[in-house]
C-alpha cells in the first residue's frame, strides 16, 4: 500500500476526505497533530504499557449487543511499547511528522517504514475514536469546519477539546481517592 493511500484512508476515516473537495497534501496531512480522546480513560499498568479503557457503544447496536452477549460496559485495552510511546506522542503538540521522527530515532527503524506503520496504526485508533486530529485551520478548504477531526462527541475546536479535557480532570479530582491506579 502506497504512503499516499494509507493517508487516504487516514484522512477518510477521521473525516477529513469527506470535508474538504482537495484532499490534504502529504505534507499537510504530516502537520496534523494526533491528540487522545479526553473523553477515554487510561492508566499505566504494571508493565509500564497504557491500558485503554474502552467502553461498549451506546448506539441501539451497541445496547442490543450488550443485552443479548452480555457484553461489558468497559473494556480494557493494552497497548505495547510501541503503542504506549505513540499515545504518549499523541499530545496535541507533536505534529505526525514529529512522531515519525522520534520513532526513527528511537527504534532504530527506516523513515519509510515508520510512516506506513504510523499512519495505519494512527487510523486504526482515529477508526476506534480513541485519537482524533488537530489540523491547521489554513490547510481546511471549508473555513467554518473546526480544526479538531475525528472527535465528533468532544466538539470540533481547540476550544472545545480543552473544555472536554478540563471536564475530564474535574471528573478524575472528584473520584480522587479510589482504590485504582490514577487514571488520566
Known amino acids: 500500500m502506497s504512503m499516499l493511500s ?10 477529513l476526505k469527506g470535508k474538504s473537495k482537495v484532499p490534504l497534501s502529504r505534507d499537510q496531512a504530516f502537520e ?12 499505566m499498568n ?3 504499557c497504557v491500558e485503554v479503557i474502552v ?9 442490543a449487543l450488550g443485552f443479548l452477549f452480555f457484553v461489558p460496559e468497559s473494556r480494557p485495552v493494552i497497548l505495547d511499547e510501541v503503542g504506549t510511546r505513540i499515545w504518549d506522542l499523541c499530545d496535541g503538540e ?7 521522527g522520534a520513532l526513527c530515532a528511537e527504534y532504530k527503524l527506516g523513515r519509510r517504514e515508520v510512516e506506513v506503520s504510523l499512519t495505519e496504526y494512527l487510523r486504526t485508533l ?7 486530529f488537530l489540523v491547521p485551520k489554513e490547510f481546511l478548504e471549508d473555513t467554518d469546519e473546526g480544526e479538531l477531526v475525528g ?6 475546536s481547540r476550544e472545545d477539546l480543552e473544555a ?11 473520584a480522587g481517592s479510589e482504590e485504582e491506579p490514577k487514571v488520566r
Do not use: F, Y
Request: aromatic share 2%; net charge positive; charged share 40%.
Open 164 to 174: 472536554a479535557r478540563r471536564r475530564a480532570q474535574e471528573g478524575e479530582d472528584a
Open 32 to 43: 496534523a497533530r494526533p491528540v487522545r480522546n479526553p473523553n477515554l480513560k487510561w492508566r
Open 55 to 63: 467502553p461498549r457503544r451506546k448506539d441501539a447496536v451497541g445496547r
Open 151 to 156: 472527535l465528533q462527541e468532544v466538539g470540533t
Open 94 to 100: 507533536h505534529t505526525v511528522e514529529d512522531m515519525i
Open 46 to 48: 504494571e508493565d509500564r
Open 126 to 132: 482515529g477508526k476506534r475514536g480513541m485519537v482524533g
Open 6 to 15: 494509507s493517508l487516504s484512508g487516514l484522512l477518510e476515516r477521521v473525516g
